[in-house]
Each structure stands twice: as C-alpha cells, then as structure tokens.
C-alpha cells in the first residue's frame, strides 16, 4: 500500500469496512458500510487483513482423522486505514479509497468519545422541562410509572 495519509491526519470518511462471514457460501471478505453523512476523524494506523474460503474443518470423527478445525484459505490481502471517530473510540477500519483529507484548520476540537447522539437545543429543554411539571410524582419528588 502507498502511504497516503500519516497518524494524526485528520480525515474525513465516507464508509468503513466491516467483515462478512458465510458459511453457506464458505468465504469471508470484507464490504463497505457507507455513512448517510461523512464522519470526520484520526488516523491512528495501518492494519492489513486478509480474504478467502472458510475451509470447514473435523475434529476427528470415526476414522480418526483430525484437520485441526476451520481455517481461513488466504485468496489476497488488503490495506486499511484505522481511523477513530474519538479518542476513546474503537478504531474503524477504512478502504483507502474512502478518505479524504482535511486541514486541521477546520476541526473545532476532537471529541473525546463519538456518539451518534443529537444535541438538545434550547427550545426542546424547555419544552421538556414544561411537559415535566405535570407528570404525577411521590411525595419525595420521584415520578411515578404509570
């Protein structure tokens, strides 16, 4: 793989890759799971991975015969990039393809943990808040289940 991007680049990516298993078909590779929106994140390494067919495998059996179990028969390898979304996020593997530079410039800050979470703006708190005061609650304060 021809080095693109060094660790700590900040990069913007369109998809990961995740690893699909099939036994029926007896092959494991990987495919691309694409975002709805770009995710902005850090390169922290390069990791290599391989695909190919699952060889089924007996673990002895009437006549003796011992193969060792399943076994992965290596058909290519493939580069990624691992990229993390946060500094305490699991690093996510990435087609080299699907990165894209960006100034750091353009980063207000890294987070420290990614979540897919939207943010409250102003109106919904206080509207929370006023749907909250008519809720029936104990006499300790603790709202009750209905």
């Given at each position: 793989m021809?080095?693109?991007?060094?660790?700590?680049d900040y990069v913007e990516i369109k998809a990961i890759a995740e690893r699909s298993k099939s036994y029926q078909t007896k092959e494991s590779k990987f495919v691309k799971q694409t975002f709805g929106t770009p995710k902005i994140g850090r390169i922290v390494g390069?990791?290599?991975r391989?695909?190919?067919k699952i060889n089924i495998g007996s673990y002895?059996?009437?006549d003796g015969y011992d193969d060792g179990g399943n076994y992965l028969m290596i058909e290519r390898s493939l580069d990624f990039y691992k990229v993390r979304l946060g500094m305490m996020n699991s690093s996510l593997l990435v087609f080299p393809e699907d990165i894209q530079l960006i100034?750091?410039?353009?980063i207000n800050s890294f987070p420290l943990r990614f979540t897919n979470s939207l943010a409250w703006?102003?109106?919904d708190r206080e509207r929370l808040s006023e749907d909250s005061k008519d809720w029936p609650r104990d006499k300790k304060g603790r709202w009750l289940k209905q």
């Open positions: 021809k080095k693109e991007y060094d660790i700590g390069i990791a290599k391989f695909e190919g002895g059996g009437y100034k750091p410039e353009n703006n102003s109106d």
